[in-house]
């Protein structure tokens, strides 16, 4: 493919951004066809990708590399198969987030759409970047877009909740950015070559000393992102004042950049610092998976309640993250996918519902599958996927996930399973609450039922729930090069320290390499000739 | 060509689902009881076909496709007939056939018809998967998919708060139960390799599984076992489950899906043999269960809520039947108990027609008149599981309790002797109360009393039928050992484990005994309720803690809430409130705070006066000059 | 010959008076010509040292001196007469609307 179909994907919505600038604010109709065009567009180019990409080859595919600003500062971009599913994510979910906001926004509908069109391509070029400095561009550039969608277009607390999201996320990213730095200056000593290349720094064997250090840098980045406790906060705040379908972006898409950090930066640059940093990072993700559960439980506001229920989701993925093994870890890409698609369709109905009552708290609902028969149906299959139903996508990625947890500790599998119970506690009660029971609030009776267009953007991700919960081939054989090859290189590093210097040794070894890095660099590469 | 049997109901169910709104209501009828029907032709097709196969080469399997596969994880969509599951199909199918049409009359008048038969073809479906599963997955899609249909059947009338809350406390507590159960996969799948149930016997005679493994893996699945076949102590949803429509009750909480936990113990048979501890407490719960309910049932007013606790109660036999290693009696009061029990859950639901909804025994009575074909079908449901002789309940409870005793397991026969007596107490204290002495019914409801129609009569007769004979089939050893054919055709599945024999002196014993005990319930309740009607009220009044606590179930629901319930409600709350909002947010609010006081601290620096800046570049520079010459 | 010495000495005594005149001093215009006296010390300095080492260097930097001061002295007062319409006064302490 000499056709640059990676560039293309990322840089589309872009062109549709500066389109939409030369448009006159008043044609807003204007602007929502076009902006929904070029999603689309975008949508059928990644399809593309989908169908070109060979699931047995673990290097990445569609690669793009060219010299950019020098001192190993190159444009590279490639996918491979962890994170060819997350841009088919973002390009999916992109045209049916657009759709959702037809009527939502009706003020400066205009810049709304730019920013989102703009996020989009920030989104996806965070994700098929192989080059570290711009990853990090691209990491930053989606944080912008982001804070106008919630500052802009919030609610009430709207200035609070974005300011929180985006200086805690960028808190997180000035210390990857120091330790991006410091790997920089470590290859440099080593081979006397400038890179900024992530394969190239897959290389460098480090000091546990200094990987550790390094990787809490990463791994404090992605955290945040993730969000794991306790650095969660910023996601219910965040959720509830933004507009829907900037919440839809959010958790579908966002939350999975900071799995993504981890499985593509913190985990194979720093395996010896993964291994010190495991039993403390499964804590984090197990006290995430239950407290995340219990706090959306007792939540007044539905949006929160599906925040609260995004940080329980998203730490049984990191937990299966950190099983490091291959159910594990297909478990927890294939659980991103289902969940981008289950808490995305939540929200979108939520949205729904926000559109009509114009309020979001449980208490201001019930008796709402009486008024609005059709949606209750949607209602009730989103939420059966979040809750993990058989036949839906949900448990698929569940039953891989905790399986995986399963294999490392039998522990942590027992006590993650309880998300099976709590998840549906959480939600059928809040689907109790707002839709069964008696009409009380007289509101309810003018709710009109969904719409040609609320079918239009539900309809697709519904299909796409059954179709990953039936057969999820389609998606699974896709990843099995690339996780394996991730697996091998957090492995098989975790051992060449370990055997080649057994105890003592090793701590001799250490300080002597620790004042000569340009020896320890160069030990590594041979070392790594020698296995090739 | 056994792989079809979940096709019909899982193709009528979507096709209701995407067109129900535009098919006329007559077409939704037909086509949802076809399917069914068309499932059970196939059974019995494939059943006799069974008896053809010779039994190494089963079971049958057809895998569809593989469904997940990751790593070491693999689960097929593979469907298996085998004698065990050839049975269940059989019941499944064929009473849900009956149920079906039975619904087309009970359910006419409900604006929510369609759906109903949606989920009801939907229920079939998953629980034709459940019992044709190859695998454990498998079997747990379709465990969690009955599960679904529950919910939504129980909260079926769900502008009603009871029913709403009744169908979330059953997926819930059933929630429980699965995560032990997915727990129990777990381990087969790291011990076995495969949830494949195959591969898991060859690995248990193949001596992979440990007697310890075994007894845990064994007692997980059992947790999930009594989440879904309501034991002790995950009951607690099935007598509010009595909030849905009435065939409702009949399919899923009495011949059906409340089974699904008997089948799982059959279906891992041998792993619980191995196990001999999981057995054991198999049995005891069972036994347990089966006395606690029953006593529970003695005092309920709803004529739904006893036949519940009486469903529980049996179960709880069912599972006697399997802790003793006596699979086959358990399956086989399974199967006899589907009959009836689904015959006494519709006929009274063509009670509760004729008296347009009413479900309070006290106001009913005598009702033996107005009813011509519902109460003799109630009276044989009501024989049949009181154990009478030459109906198919006797011989089912009697195998269980003969086997029981003859393990030597003589406490857990003496509770099932107890919980028969009850049986036939409350049973027929229902009959009474129902059909005969004084009319207690309401003056509007009496005005329009009717029998029901065709359309629900014909189900009772038929069922009434099969609850007469289906016990012929399984004919306790008295009779010779060829004559349990019922366990004869399970043999390739239920391998008999080390069955002690009784002697024929014991057999006829045990056999009297049981009898005997259960027309003394009988007669107790005939005293109690016709003989001399004041009765119950003066034992009431000499015992009324004992009657308040029974009446109130033990106080379980209440238990479970202030144990479990509130403490979690309340204490997250209390979290959120004080560790998320004020330690957390705190922290992050209190940074923030923290920059702007020192901005604010430092910001004395700027006095906007020259001066002071052109003091700062003296120092500055005074000081740098310092550095460098020093 | 004069010594270096005692130019530099000169130098050095001029920019202290400049400095300790603009920071005594309240008002703008004085403030102005303490500035310029420091420039001229360093002018002067910058001169000395140019005879000294022999190199032109120094002298053509002070030209560069004397036209900066020039130009800065023309903003610099336009700025004072300015702001002197807007506050009718040239005290220093009434010049504050950088604070914070």
Redo the contacts between chains.
Sequence with gaps: MSFPILSFVTFFPVAGAVLLIFIAKERANLHRYLAVAFTLITLAASLILYFHFDGSVADPQFVEKSGWLGYGINYHLGVDGISLWLVLLTTFLMPIAVLSSWTYIQKRVKEYLIFMLLLEAGIIGVFVSLNLFLFYVFWEAMLIPMYFLIGVWGGPRRVYATL?FV??TMFGSLLMLVAILVLYSFYYRATGVYSLEIFDFYKLVLNPQVQGWLFLGFALAFAIKVPMF?F???LPDAHVEAPTAGSVILAAVLLKMGTYGFLRFAMPLFPDALEKFLPLLSLLALIGII?GG??A???KDIKSLVAYSSVSHMGLIMLAVFSL???GV??AI?QMLSHGLSTGALFLIVGILYERAHTRLIKDFG?V??QMPVFSVFFLICM?SSVG???LNG??GE??C???I??SS?LL??LA??T??LA??YL??MY?RV????IVNAKVRTFKDMNRRELGYLVPIIIMMFWMG????TF?RKMDASVARLLDRVHNRERIFATETGGTVLRERERSLETRPDLLAEKALIDLEEKE | MFWLIPLFPGASALILAVFGKWLPKKAVSWQACLSVFASFVVSVISFFGLLQIPAESLPLVKTL?????????QADLSLQLDPLSSIMTLVVSGVGFLIHVYSVGYMAHDKGYKRYFTYLNLFTFAMLILVMGANL?LM??GW??VG?CS?LLI?FW????SA??A??KA??VN??G??GF??GI?FI??VVGSGDFRAINGAIQGGVVTQGMATLIALLLFVGATGKSAQIPLYVWLPDAMEGPTPVSALIHAATMVTAGVYLVSRMNLLFTLSGVAGQVVGLIGAVTAIFAATMALTQNDIKRVLAYSTISQIGYMFIGCGVGAYAAGMFHLYTHAFFKSLLFLAAGSVMHALSGELDMRKMGGLRKYLPLTYPTFLVGAIAIAGVPFLSGFFSKDAILTRAFAQGQYFIWALGLMGAVLTAFYMFRLVFLTFFGQERIEQQAKEHLHESPRVMTVPLVILAFFAIVAGYVGLPVVFGEKANLFGRFLEPVIHPGSEAHLGLSTEWMLILISVAVALCGIYIAYVFYLKSPQTPHRVVARFPFLYRVLHNKYYVDEAYNAVFVKP??N???A??DHF?LRV??GA?DGT?AAAGFAGKALSWLQSGLVKDYALAFLLGVALFLGFLLF | MIPLGYFIGLSVLLFALGVIAFFIKRDLMTMFMAVEVMLNAANLAFVALAKAAGSPAGQVIVFFVITVAAAEAAVGLAIILLVFRQKKSIKAEDMRLMKG
């Design positions: 929180k200086l805690m306790p969660h906060t910023w407290y219990l706090m439980l007792v939540q093994n291959m159910e297909e478990g294939y008796g599958s009486s059966l139903l058989p036949g448990f698929v039953i891989l905790l399986f995986g399963f294999k039998q599998a027992i399973a309880s099976v119970i549906a506690a059928l009660w109790q839709m069964h029971g008696p039936i057969y999820p081939q699974l | 496709f593989p469904w997940i596969q990751s790593g070491s994880f997955v747990f899609v969690e998919g679904l919910y909260g769900f502008e009603k708060h709403a809350n169908g979330k997926f819930i929630r429980i699965d995560a997915i727990l777990f799948l790291l979690l409600v204490g997250s709350r979290v959120y998320d957390i947010d992050i923030a």
